[in-house]
């Protein structure tokens, strides 16, 4: 009786073992993927910042074409010229309503 809960405590702490040093490569990963995750995270934001600048470079592009009289781009200039028009008008009348 005496030699098996012997045995059923060394297997236990066997397992125990096991379990700790199954713990610490669990933790040793997730600091790893955690590391990671942050550069990734990082890279992702740098991207998403050139991808904006970007598309704003493209649309100034297609503003100058129109500008320079490309018929491909003439109603991107109106509507351009529409919303800086509405602008304006809601400037001037904000500026009504102060009483300036």
């Given at each position: 009786?005496?030699?098996?809960?012997?045995?059923?405590?060394?297997?236990?702490?066997?397992?125990?073992?096991?379990?700790?040093?199954?713990?610490?490569?669990?933790?040793?990963?997730?600091?790893?993927?955690?590391?990671?995750?942050?550069?990734?995270k990082m890279r992702y934001d740098e991207e998403r910042k050139?991808?904006?600048?970007?598309?704003?470079?493209?649309?100034?592009?297609?503003?100058?074409?129109?500008?320079?009289?490309?018929?491909?781009?003439?109603?991107?200039?109106?509507?351009?010229?529409?919303?800086?028009?509405?602008?304006?008008?809601?400037?001037?009348?904000?500026?009504?309503?102060?009483?300036?």
């Amino acid at each position: 009786m005496l030699q098996e809960l012997e045995n059923n405590f060394s297997e236990i702490e066997k397992k125990i073992l096991s379990l700790q040093k199954s713990y610490q490569n669990l933790s040793e990963k997730y600091l790893e993927l955690d590391k990671e995750h942050a550069e990734l995270k990082m890279r992702y934001d740098e991207e998403r910042k050139k991808n904006q600048v970007l598309a704003e470079e493209q649309k100034n592009i297609k503003l100058y074409s129109a500008i320079s009289g490309n018929p491909e781009h003439n109603r991107l200039m109106k509507n351009h010229i529409n919303r800086l028009v509405k602008e304006v008008d809601f400037c001037i009348a904000q500026l009504q309503n102060s009483g300036l």
